[in-house]
């Protein structure tokens, strides 16, 4: 997912862990305690999290004993398939969300539709909100489940703001329904007269398409195959010109074009840019430097409606097909995505729950930013990356990098949709031909 930060080769030595293969077998001469093994990646501060779930989870299950094996968020894709591929794999994992598309395809993941309905389960896909589930499901059978979710909100940096002589709270012009497009441009160009940046701009699905889906556009259509629709849909060559007028006028900024090292977040904390767009990732370091003063606001639309649909970033905790022990695999899975599950791991965290029943732990009063509420908001009308794209090799690169030509000056609006149009929609007949 997004939010998660880089784990290098190297600081995995630091947590001595060594990938080995799937230990579904039983050990001691009694054999009552099945050893199992899972595996994510994460930050240093998921993993300490992770590795205390794993911990508490065997000290409430004796004879099921679970070893966390953590890896490197590059390369994570490749060294799973290949696990896989060698029968090595552990017994339950993370996907990303072009990854699960892949192990579903192969047939190397478990179908989890009848577990889960299960009277015993304690999670059932209701739980879930449902535009969550991405490419995890093929057609009503589930696949995985999403461990917890990033939906995308514009974060505003009241300093800077102020700094610029703008006197109008965006929340407050949410709340009052003046929180759109128009807006946005207005303060940003307060903010750019004032030598600051108004709002940088990144690159990649969820925020692209989250521009058009708050304009009201279309960017697949399943009854089409689900080819990329967005060429021929005059609400999407409205958004992405809104983006390129922008960023002409120096309103918005190009994370691309930036001097290097300067990120978003890190230009948000030192006060240089007034407003940027993320899930909840953000706020835990943002809560840490107690000088900034921030809060958050929906995305803004550009259709008369408060809030319209944003991309949501996830991942998904599937089985392996071939683990030797389903049960005791499903009861781990299923906890850890469960409301006990996500309680443990995201208190103080820096996601949003994806179960139903434990928005508490967006909500407390204690802690920035100030109108938590509104992840809860997006989430229950976002969406995940669709199948259209997480299921083919390349189609995201396509959107990528035409994309950037536009934010470059390189590209107009209406060429970039229709070469995106060209490449996606051929890398998707290449994967259906196969």
Known sequence: MKRSLKLTAGSLVVLSIALSACSSGKSGSDGEVLHLKWSTWGNPGELKRFYELTDQYNKDHPKTQWELVAVPNDGYEEKIITQLQGGTAPDAFYAGDTTVVKLIANGSIAELTQLMDKPSSPI?????????WGGSKKGDQIFGVTVDCNPLVMYYNKKVLQDAGITDDPQALYEAGDWNWQKLSELTAKIQAAGKYGLVLEDWSSPIYSWVTTNGGKVYDKNLGGQFVADKDPKALEALQYLSDNVKNKNFVFSGSLPKGQGPDAMFMSNQVGFGIAGRWWVPEYNANTALQYDIV???????NKIEPAGIPTAYMVMNKKT??????????????????????????????????????????NAQPAHAQYFLDAREIGYALWPSESAVPGASDVVKDNYDLLLLGKQDAATTLKKMAEGVNKKIAEANAK
């Open 124 to 132: 059932k896909a209701s739980d879930f909100a449902e535009g969550l």
């Open 298 to 304: 929906p995305l803004p639309t550009n259709t008369g």
């Open 324 to 365: 030797a022990h389903p049960d005791e695999t499903y009861d781990f899975l299923s906890y850890f995505v469960s409301k006990a599950g996500q309680q443990f791991r995201l208190k103080g965290g820096n996601a949003v729950p994806s179960v139903s029943g434990v928005d508490d732990l967006v909500l407390d009063k």
